[in-house]
T-cell receptor, first 113, second 111 residues
Framework: GAGVSQSPSNKVTEKGKDVELRCDPI?????LYWYRQSLGQGLEFLIY????????KSGLPSDRFSAERTGGSVSTLTIQRTQQEDSAVYLC???????????FGPGTRLTVL | DQQVKQNSPSLSVQEGRISILNCDYT??????FLWYKKYPAEGPTFLIS?????DKNEDGRFTVFLNKSAKHLSLHIVPSQPGDSAVYFC??????????FGTGTSLTVIP
């Protein structure tokens, strides 16, 4: 079956612009996570969604970051007024529930000039 | 504040020998640990996990050891194969909530 997909695979933007990153999880997975990996850093948790519960936004680094998950499936991570320090690979993962193995997408490489 | 640490950024091993990747954590509340493997331009893929109620979990060539008193986790790959060359991340969580990842160790298996 299809895995987790993310689009775009690469995004180059100018400082101050808004970007939207998309994640299509594996069908039927109720949990969806967003992470980012900056150069030389580990994977940094951003936000997760579990079913219809309110998302855990505790990892979002600033109020310029937001995410939504429509219909319990596709998720969009939005970064407003991008800064150069936002440059990273943004990874999405989904799982059957919180405790199960997470399946990762290939990531979106964001470069803010 | 890095709660999960992989202090070796890289490791080189001869084909056929054992690869040992190490991971240390600081939060004694972590109860679930995982290892992921990542090839360039791909997302991480799950490799093996261990619950805090166990001290060893084995899956084929891969074995994960957990030493709770030392807050130390290790992944053993034996025998190592060139296809094992990748970046390995360890991760920890509390009851499957937020997952905390290490910075990764790049393993090179030399043919």
């Amino acid at each position: 079956g299809a895995g987790v997909s993310q689009s775009p695979s690469n995004k180059v933007t100018e400082k101050g612009k808004d970007v939207e990153l998309r994640c299509d999880p594996i069908s039927g997975h109720t949990a969806l996570y967003w992470y980012r990996q900056s150069l030389g850093q580990g994977l940094e948790f951003l936000i997760y969604f579990q079913g219809n519960s309110a998302p855990d936004k505790s990892g979002l680094p600033s109020d310029r970051f937001s995410a939504e998950r429509t219909g319990g499936s596709v998720s969009t991570l939005t970064i407003q007024r991008t800064q150069q320090e936002d440059s990273a690979v943004y990874l999405c993962a989904s799982s059957h529930d919180m405790r199960n193995t997470q399946y990762f997408g290939p990531g979106t490489r964001l470069t803010v000039l | 504040d890095q709660q999960v640490k992989q202090n070796s950024p890289s490791l080189s091993v001869q084909e056929g020998r054992i690869s040992i990747l190490n991971c240390d954590y600081t939060n004694s509340m972590f109860d679930y640990f995982l290892w992921y493997k990542k090839y360039p331009a791909e997302g991480p893929t799950f490799l093996i996990s261990i619950s805090s109620i166990k001290d060893k979990n084995e899956d084929g060539r891969f074995t994960v050891f957990l030493n709770k008193s030392a807050k130390h986790l290790s992944l053993h790959i034996v025998p190592s194969q060139p296809g094992d060359s990748a970046v390995y991340f360890c991760a920890a969580s509390i009851t499957g909530n937020q997952f905390y990842f290490g910075t990764g160790t790049s393993l090179t298996v030399i043919p």
